[in-house]
């Protein structure tokens, strides 16, 4: 079956840097993509990965390894306004986008 | 404004009815998708069109049908409405392509009493 791991809940300190692993298993990969979700809003795109290697967009970066099946986002200099859930989804070789359940991120002052 | 909109963003109903969820874009997307969040907060597809044909049809009960008039607009109709579907069900497009993000609607809060 197909499977995308995160961790559930993560706690950082404003001003830190955290980072949120997202490891997969899944028939075939055509890219990777990291979504932040505030409660009670949409998912808004972060980022998209296909080719192993770091992608730095801003705060943001975000991390893939295809043969180890395993992604990171990396978020620095942490603000209040970061609280989200951050959701990792693998697009297969159908071009379905299969999705984890998501890491809630909590930041404390 | 480019978006994703659909409506209602609230809905409360008794367990039996039937509702619908409407949902249109304007970023001239031809994909567009039907997904629930449930309260463990995990997002499920339900239903993907592509320019107005069904392509992805999870298991999901046939209470449910989308409708997608045009490629701008893809719907859904709930029939015999029961508990479990209580849930926040978004709306997204996206161009098809495999590197192309979706875009969400602000999702519909369905609570069924």
């Known amino acids: 079956g197909q499977n995308i791991d995160q961790p559930t809940e993560m706690t950082a300190t404003e001003g830190a840097i955290v980072q949120i692993n997202c490891t997969y298993q899944t028939s075939g990969f055509n890219g990777l993509f990291w979504y932040q979700q505030h409660a009670g809003e949409a998912p808004t795109f972060l980022s998209y990965?296909?080719l192993d290697g770091l992608e730095e967009k801003g705060r943001f970066s975000s991390f893939l390894s295809r043969s180890k099946g395993y992604s990171y986002l990396l978020l620095k200099e942490l603000q209040m306004k970061d609280s989200a859930s951050y959701l990792c989804a693998v697009m297969d070789s159908n071009y379905q986008l299969i999705w984890g359940a998501g890491t809630k991120l909590i930041i404390k002052p | 404004d480019t978006a994703v909109s659909q409506t209602p963003k609230y809905l409360v109903t008794q367990m039996g009815n039937d509702k619908s969820i409407k949902c249109e874009q304007n970023?001239?997307?031809?994909?567009m998708y039907w997904y629930k969040q449930d309260s463990k907060k995990f997002l499920k597809i339900m239903f993907s069109?592509?320019?107005?044909?069904?392509?992805i049809n999870e298991t999901v009960p046939n209470r449910f049908s989308p409708k997608s008039p045009d490629k701008a607009h893809l719907n859904l109709h709930i029939n015999s409405l029961e508990l479990g579907d209580s849930a926040v069900y978004f709306c997204?497009?996206?161009?098809?392509?495999?590197?192309?993000?979706?875009?969400f609607g602000d999702g519909t809060r369905l609570s069924i009493l």
């Open positions: 970023l001239g997307h031809d994909t």
């Open positions: 990965n296909v």
């Open positions: 997204a497009s996206s161009s098809g392509q495999s590197y192309q993000p979706q875009h």
């Open positions: 069109y592509n320019n107005k044909e069904l392509i």
